[in-house]
């Protein structure tokens, strides 16, 4: 490889440091209250978290992608093996104080293994989508990506972590769609889950069917795979009140809140009511730095994790949120435009894969501040406290500028 195509990615590297501290800020403001908690130290720790995850990223970068598609498979089994022992070493925090989805050894929690978990899954897709010919045309030719998603998905499920278990069914989809896999095969692979979720309203249900319907006579798939959509759909339908009854007590009560959060005000509607008041009252500019009253009288939960971005709104108002935004949009095209530029299909598949990732993570924890999505337990890229996530986000980005060091898109083409 020539002197050239080693050059860092400065421009990517640019924007995640700047989400980075950005970040670092909002956590710093987020323990700023009346009463002081321990949260008011959590930026310190937040800081170092960053400081390993530029060393961390460095390290990355200085792998060449071929080591990372050979290394894909041992990691891969490394996480599995991490996540089965999670039920007997794992303990909850936070809003998922019942779940076991942090690592805890010696009643220390070291950190969750889920994050590491949506890198490696992204290497293993990318390596067995790349071993692939052409892409699948159907249904059952999708069943080993589908099979290197679906056991860490089960296991991450399991812990629950409903939030984690989204985000690997966002890259499992992103991935197959960049990999030229056709929009209706897909629409036909999710179909089951969105009757799963449609079913709680006869109306929408029949509706979702009618289209599906459509989709089908005008896809034309093979007739097996008609009738096993059809079929499974029906089942879905069916089980759905099943499904409902096994959920934990506070996943029902989170998504009924999205559907009505002034059913429980005081309880179960408590979390998304403050964010929405507090985003609402920054208005244009904010209430200032540290200076949001909803923050410091302690009305507004998780402030400095999931719900950091209603921080964000309450304190630097709409230009604070619109500067937040641009950043991660400015970082996803980038990820686009590194994986358009790549040399090859595993590398393009992984940048596709990292920016899909983020993607989910941004629109979900953006969502649930508005209840535009249901509160789901997930953070925000570089803002939410958290060392593993803020780790893993770092070795993503290392990935990243190996990836474009490479390609065609590296360093010296600097616009996005």
């Avoid at 007997?88 to 779940?99: E, K, L, P, Y």
């Avoid at 979900?364 to 789901?376: D, S, Y």
């Amino acid at each position: 490889m020539d002197r050239k195509a080693a050059i860092p990615d400065y421009p990517t590297v640019l924007l995640a440091l700047l989400l980075s501290l950005y970040g670092i800020l909002m956590v710093y403001s987020a323990g700023q209250t009346d009463a002081q908690t321990v949260v008011s130290k959590l930026w310190r720790y937040q800081s170092v978290w960053l400081c390993l995850g530029l060393i961390g990223a460095f390290l990355v970068s200085r792998a060449s992608v071929r080591l990372l598609e050979w290394i894909a498979w041992p990691a891969y089994l490394v996480t599995l093996g991490i996540l089965v022992l999670l039920p007997f070493f794992g303990s909850g925090a936070g809003t998922a104080a019942s779940s076991s989805a942090w690592l805890t050894i010696g009643g220390h929690r070291i950190g969750q293994p889920s994050e590491l978990a949506k890198i490696t899954v992204v290497l293993m897709l990318a390596r067995t989508l790349a071993l692939m010919r052409e892409a699948p045309k159907t249904l059952i030719d999708l069943w080993r990506p589908a099979v290197v998603v679906a056991i860490p998905w089960v296991f991450v499920l399991l812990q629950p972590d409903l939030g984690s278990s989204i985000v690997f069914i966002g890259i499992f989809f992103a991935m197959l769609y960049w990999f030229g896999v056709p929009w209706q095969l897909l629409v036909l692979l999710a179909s089951p889950g969105v009757s799963l979720i449609l079913a709680y309203s006869k109306g929408m249900w029949t509706a979702w069917f009618l289209v599906l319907i459509v989709l089908i006579w005008s896809y034309k798939p093979y007739l097996w795979e008609g009738v096993f959509t059809v079929c499974a759909n029906v089942t879905m339908g069916i089980l759905a009140p099943l499904a409902w009854d096994h959920l934990k007590y506070y996943q029902q009560q989170r998504l009924l809140t999205f559907l009505d959060p002034s059913r429980d005000p005081r309880a179960s509607g408590y979390h998304v009511i403050q964010s929405q008041v507090a985003i609402g009252s920054g208005g244009w500019f904010g209430k200032g730095f540290t200076m949001g009253t909803q923050k410091r009288l302690a009305f507004l939960p998780e402030q400095h994790t999931d719900f950091i971005f209603a921080v964000v709104g309450e304190e630097l108002g709409f230009l604070g949120v619109t500067l937040a935004l641009s950043l991660f949009l400015i970082l996803f095209l980038r990820c686009v435009r590194i994986s358009s530029r790549a040399n090859d299909t595993f590398s393009s598949l992984v940048a596709f894969g990292l920016a899909a990732s983020w993607g989910v993570h941004v629109a979900e924890n953006v969502g649930m501040t508005l209840n535009l999505m249901p509160i789901a337990g997930i953070p925000l890229p570089f803002f939410s406290y958290g060392g593993s996530f803020m780790l893993a986000s770092w070795l993503a980005i290392g990935i990243l500028v190996r990836i474009s060091g490479e390609g065609r898109g590296r360093a010296d083409g600097l616009a996005i």
